[in-house]
């Protein structure tokens, strides 16, 4: 009788303890999941705020507009390259300066058209209106591709409307004017082009 009562105490101390360890276990795993679920919490926080403070800028738009010329830039200067080479057209960031839809879209336009000297250089043998045409669909590839890009982070940030929206609008509309006068102006340059100023002085200076 002895002996069984021992043997039972023995196993229920056992028991015992195994239950201790299994509870120690359980909370250590819940501490642990605690912690995660903590973490996961902050991490998702700080993106919330981030991105508000995000949304807070770009909801001004001078910013908008700032980040539009930065992709248009970025979006022609991957058209460039491999007409021009790599780094051809050297990215530009400007801060403090006018992002009003006149100012972003005349900087956008003289980005692009300033390469037109370089490009006709590399593909001589082709008329003026030739070039141009070939060389506006380049840049034109660029610049629909920015301003898409633009439009997208917009759209994400949930800050395409209003202001913000209409200035983007009136910017890519003024981008296009631009790029159809620059063009109406070199086919104009070419039909005409300037007098030589040489035969001109020796016509006033004969020997």
Avoid: C, H, W
């Amino acid at each position: 009788m002895s002996i069984s009562s021992g043997s039972t105490s023995a196993n229920n101390a056992a028991a015992i303890a195994a239950a201790k360890q299994n509870t120690a276990a359980a909370k250590t795993d819940d501490n642990r999941g605690i912690k995660d679920a903590a973490a996961q919490a902050k991490q998702a926080q700080n993106t919330a705020i981030l991105r508000a403070n995000e949304q807070v800028s770009l909801r001004s738009n001078n910013d908008s507009l700032s980040l539009l010329y930065k992709t248009a830039l970025e979006g022609i200067n991957a058209e460039l390259e491999p007409v021009l080479g790599e780094n051809a057209a050297q990215k530009i960031y400007d801060s403090g300066i006018d992002t009003s839809p006149e100012a972003t879209a005349d900087r956008i336009v003289a980005f692009a058209t300033g390469f037109y000297s370089r490009y006709k250089e590399l593909n001589p043998g082709a008329s003026e209106e030739e070039t141009l045409d070939s060389f506006m669909q380049i840049i034109g590839g660029g610049i629909e591709k920015g301003f898409s890009d633009a439009k997208d982070i917009l759209k994400g940030l949930k800050v395409y409307e209003g202001e913000v929206e209409s200035g983007v609008d009136k910017t890519y509309g003024l981008v296009m004017q631009g790029l159809t006068s620059f063009r109406e102006k070199m086919l104009e340059m070419a039909a005409n082009p300037p007098a030589d100023d040489t035969n001109t002085d020796s016509d006033n200076n004969p020997a």
